[in-house]
């Protein structure tokens, strides 16, 4: 019997080629400043902003981690960081002009690559892996 390779390495081989894939991308755009580890800022940030500490929650890295990222983002013009409205004690981050574009064009590019995948697996394969990872994800995260 063969032994299979477990989901993990699966999954993480996946997310490394994809991450790759993106930043390919995002440098034959132009967008040569983008590095990886900007991604979970990309993953997180909504269009109308985020404060730092939600956003690194909902990427599940340290805020620590995620605050790098921004303070890089920021210097390169791709970030801004306002007063919140509802706290003025906290920071909403927000994409400039710059930001949304480099923002727009990943996201842009995720709709090509899935509609490639559906084209090769079948809209019903794809939804299905779609439902089986998102419902991993959520047995997989602590309650809060």
Known sequence: MIERKPLIAIVSRAVRLLATDLLREAHERG???IRQ???PVFATLPQEGARASDMAARAGITKQSMGEAIRDMVGL????????PDDRRAKLVRF???GLEVAQDGKRYMRVLEQQW??????QEYETAREVLEGIVEM???AQ
């Not at 013009?77 to 919140?84: P, Y």
């Not at 559906?118 to 809209?123: A, H, M």
């Open 31 to 33: 967008h040569t400043q």
């Open 37 to 39: 580890a900007h991604d």
């Open 77 to 84: 013009g791709l970030l801004e960081m306002t007063e919140d």
């Open 96 to 98: 400039t002009d710059a």
């Open 118 to 123: 559906i084209d090769k697996f079948g809209k």
């Open 140 to 142: 997989m995260t602590p």
